[in-house]
């Protein structure tokens, strides 16, 4: 990038922004820390105000399956954390996907996706969205040629995550943005594993972020929530693709969300159609919890990382690992790219492959103590998961070799313990394993 | 809706409304580099209490053709023509914000009889723009998109608490000044630059004048300024509210419009 001769003024720092973007004092009581609106429903003060809000004509909340207080402040603070012009919040990240499908997609059309994905995201456009004609065409992540072939005229997004799984390849959102831009399309990016901490998708191009906030966003493990952001990037009447944001919509008075408003479409809708009819909205509590989280969001990633790193270096320097896939190390195919697009670090998820297949990865994760075992990521305590018989069950053995996952592969969510004693837990397994190997008891 | 003004077609947002042959005329007119979209809110307001509501994109803005102009002379002499295309009475009440204000009161003088009530927001007579910012602009830099959105928000409304659930005003402003086409956000300023405060003289419509507390881009100040200088004004100050009154305060903003715009 070139240097401007001309100065922006300062802007306000990200860490400033996960305490206190989109919240102030309380207005009413002074609290500090921003309240649990935990009511259904909103007074209206007179019939035309009620009016008003229902014809978005007024800035406001109805009803909370529709929009709450305490929602909106983490909806704005993700938005401006991620670099977004608004976000809706959900009641999984799985939701959070289905929400960003269905606010474009209609039955008759295409997504072409990495192939490297969540299980469950995989269930979903596979096997769930094509029950209801949504149809999708999964591809290497490493190669945004084979996106631009992928492309069908009934194409309307393209996707992937930042970091996949659990091959943790890293999407190269630079490029896969131009293709789809270059085809009239926008990128919807998962960011669940890096977070707007290490990497804000919509500055690189995406048009369309999405979480899972039960991850790192909330670190605390104790909660289920997704969200939407979206970049307000993508002009939706370019070209004819996209009825739900360039045509009247019937639901709401023949409204043309594009035409009316421009960079806030398609969030608009996601609210106004998607969060109102298939309801998957997010508690007041949890949007709560996951705030409580968000705050200490920089600190708790700067430490991910580095335990990450040094649980990596760590293992793959042992003589019974076969390798280790985190693009933090100069062994991953991504390194260089990872560098480029993840300054701040690629992580805490990774995984490895041990001597041995899938017998040495049940020893090894029965041997863990201070790892969990569970289907879970992010958490601030170290996890730990065996992909092939849990996550991933329901894929096929060939496409779970497309995905790059092995019998033996180990996913590990390295959380915030001391490094010396994920190192001291992990080598009491890997003992525990090389026993198994050698026949010992 | 889109109509054609000198051979160039003309986008306006109409707020979802179906008017009446009767109904009044109400013009929408947004600040340098922006476009139809700030008003969404106050436009579908007023079209549902039964105004023709013509939320505008200026020329070479938005969704409309053609160049963007050079002067607030120009553009007001344009939205004369627009009055005339749009209004069946060729007369409308004008709502401008910022570089719309002055247009709004360059119409008032220019073009009197087509004017029935003006409501300025965020104004200033003159209102010259700082070189740092011109000159940022004139090189369609970043730097220049930034010192407005920052400059355009009060302290509070930079770190958000937005009253609209779950969107993020300073990003909103900074989307739309990035999406205006080259050297429009340059010329607007420019314009705003050059305008004199000359005609102010010949404004005697009511007129309502909307200041933001924490204002930096147009200072309380310079607005009380335009509201001393006119014989038939209301002015009303919104507390904590930036330049981007339209975002940080939208309420507030539609209930000093809706009053001072009976239905």
Not at chain 1, 231 to 251: C, E
Not at chain 2, 94 to 109: D, K, Q
Request: hydrophobic share 40%; proline share 5%; with cysteine.
């Amino acid at each position: 990038m070139s240097e401007s001769k001309h100065r922006s003024p300062t802007s306000t720092g990200f860490d400033t922004l996960a305490l206190h973007a989109g919240q102030s004092p309380d207005p009413t009581t002074g609290a500090r820390a921003t309240p649990i609106y935990q009511s259904a429903a909103f007074v209206f003060p007179d019939s035309d105000v009620a009016a008003g809000l229902f014809n978005i004509e007024r800035a406001g909340h109805v009803y909370s399956r529709l929009s709450n207080p305490t929602n909106a402040v983490l909806e704005e603070r993700m938005a401006a954390l991620d670099h977004g012009i608004g976000a809706v919040v959900t009641a999984s990240g799985q939701a959070a996907m289905h929400l960003a499908v269905t606010t474009l997609l209609s039955a008759g059309d295409h997504i072409v996706s990495s192939r490297s994905l969540y299980g469950g995201t995989h269930n979903l456009l596979e096997y769930t969205l094509s029950r209801f004609g949504i149809s999708t065409t999964f591809v290497d992540p490493r190669d945004p040629a084979a996106f631009a072939a992928a492309i069908q005229d009934n194409t309307k997004l393209l996707f992937g995550e930042v970091l996949g799984n659990p091959g943790l390849e890293v999407l190269d959102i630079p490029k896969i943005s131009a293709v789809a831009h270059d085809n009239g399309l926008p990128l919807l990016v998962d960011a669940t594993f890096t977070t707007p901490y290490l990497c804000r998708p919509i500055d690189l191009g995406a048009d369309l972020v999405m979480h899972s906030a039960t991850k790192f966003l909330s670190g605390h493990g104790v909660v289920i929530g997704g969200v939407v952001v979206d970049g307000g990037t993508f002009d939706w009447m370019a070209n004819d693709k996209f009825p739900t944001l360039s045509k009247p919509y019937a639901g709401f008075h023949d409204l043309v969300f594009a035409e009316e408003f421009g960079p806030q479409a398609f969030i608009t809708r996601a609210r106004k159609e998607g969060i109102r009819d298939f309801g998957a909205c997010m508690a007041p509590m949890t949007a709560f919890q996951i705030l409580q989280g968000l705050e200490t969001l920089p600190l708790r990633m700067q430490r991910h990382v580095s335990n990450a790193l040094e649980v990596a270096h760590y293992l793959e320097a042992h003589a019974l690992v076969e390798h280790v896939s985190h693009p933090g190390l100069s062994s991953h195919p991504d390194y260089e790219l990872a560098k480029e697009i993840l300054p701040l670090g690629a992580g805490a998820v990774f995984s490895f492959e041990l001597h041995g297949g899938r017998e040495a990865g049940r020893v090894f994760i029965e041997n863990l103590s201070l790892f969990s075992h569970l289907a879970n990521v992010g958490d601030a305590k170290s996890l730990v998961i065996h992909p092939a018989s849990t996550t991933h069950h329901r894929v096929e053995e060939q496409a779970l070799r497309s995905a790059g996952i092995g019998p033996g592969l180990v996913r590990l969510s390295v959380g915030l313990e001391d490094p010396r004693d994920l190192i001291s837990d992990l080598k009491g397994a890997l003992r525990a394993v090389e026993r198994g190997l050698s026949g010992k008891s | 809706m889109r109509i054609d003004i000198n051979g160039n077609e003309v986008f306006y947002g109409t707020g979802s409304g179906t008017p009446s042959d009767a109904a009044n005329t109400l013009i929408f007119v947004h600040g340098a580099g922006f476009d139809h979209t700030i008003w969404v809110m106050p436009a579908r307001y007023f079209a549902r209490h039964g105004w023709r509501v013509v939320a505008l994109d200026l020329p070479g803005h938005g969704r409309s053709q053609g160049q963007a102009l050079t002067s607030i002379a120009q553009m007001a002499d344009w939205l004369a023509q627009v009055i005339d295309a749009v209004s069946p009475n060729q007369q409308a009440s004008v709502v401008g914000h910022s570089m719309g204000s002055l247009v709004a009161m360059s119409l008032a003088a220019r073009h009197a009889n087509k004017v029935q009530k003006l409501a300025l927001l965020g104004t200033s007579a003159p209102m010259p723009v700082a070189d740092v910012l011109l000159n940022a602009a004139l090189d369609n830099d970043q730097a220049a998109i930034d010192m407005t959105n920052t400059w355009s928000h009060s302290a509070r409304g930079s770190l958000g608490s937005s009253q609209n659930p779950g969107v993020s005003n300073l990003h909103i402003g900074e989307r739309l000044l990035q999406q205006a086409g080259a050297g429009v956000f340059h010329t607007d300023l420019a314009a705003c630059n050059g305008f004199t405060a000359d005609g102010l003289a010949e404004v005697k419509q009511p007129t309502l004048v909307i200041i933001g507390d924490e204002d930096k881009m147009t200072p309380p100040r310079a607005g009380l300024a335009v509201a001393d200088q006119l014989p038939h004004v209301q002015q009303r100050r919104l507390a904590g509210c930036g330049h981007s009154m339209l975002s940080e305060q939208p309420n507030q903003v539609l209930d000093e419009l809706a009053a001072f715009l009976p239905s």
